[in-house]
DNA sequence: TCGTTTTATCGTATTTTTACGATGATTATT
DNA sequence: AATAATCATCGTAAAAATACGATAAAACGA
């Protein structure tokens, strides 16, 4: 029990939920509000900037790579992270696709 | 330990994780994508229609309703569940407002 | 009224998520 | 070379999410 039955959904609708899960926390909201607003790739100072500690940082900033909406490059001792543009629209096109189909509902038929 | 810190986040912020993880499962993305489709309201036969058990959909009913992307009317002894559209409207909004920001991010000086 | 249908809720087991200290690896600085 | 700075990962504790059987409540039909 618990575990999410992956094979009972389509192959879209898993990936809708996976790319949700990881705007799905506050934190993540913020770091990708950071990247979007700073226009210059930022590193670690998201540990200032939000009050959590180094190492969540990190793990929220390896979600978002994971799914791949940010990419990661080395700077010297630090590491530099900004939004993969290409995937950001792919996943804006996504969540937008979904959003349509309202389009198909007839408001008259609906409670 | 393990507790979201709400109180370190802006109440957009706070909003859109919460809105996201309504879609972060793909049985609440298949529920909504059939409600989508089917036009007119529907009830417990997403029991028949997805995989899962009855207690199971119940659950995720309530938590896509707790947000209020759909709304429920009690239709005799069934239960008729449809996309609340304002709000369905507004989440879109809400979410390409954030999309949007991309705009804002000058690619040359990204990594 | 009695039995059936339908759904919400409770209780609970299991898994996942979240958070952070500690550690190690890598690079920069002195 | 030694120290400092930066970041990923490990280990782990606590909380939330997920799933389902069991049960209760409400409405319908016979």
């Known amino acids: 029990m618990g575990v999410t ?3 009972l959904f389509t192959k879209e609708q898993n990936e809708l939920a996976i790319l949700a899960k990881a705007f799905a926390h506050p934190a993540r909201i913020a770091i990708l509000q ?15 900037e939000l009050g959590l ?5 990190s793990q929220h900033l390896r979600e978002l790579k994971n ?3 940010i990419q990661g490059s080395i700077d010297g001792a630090s590491m530099s992270y900004c939004i993969n543009p290409e995937k950001w629209e ?6 937008n ?3 349509d ?11």
């Open 34 to 48: 950071y990247l979007l607003t700073s226009n210059k790739c930022i590193n670690g100072d998201l540990v200032n």
């Open 5 to 7: 039955k992956t094979d």
């Open 97 to 99: 696709g979904m959003f």
């Open 67 to 69: 799914v791949g909406i």
């Open 53 to 57: 500690a180094q190492a969540t940082i």
């Open 101 to 111: 189909e309202i389009q198909n509902c007839r408001p008259g038929e609906c409670c």
């Open 90 to 95: 792919n996943v804006q096109q996504l969540f």
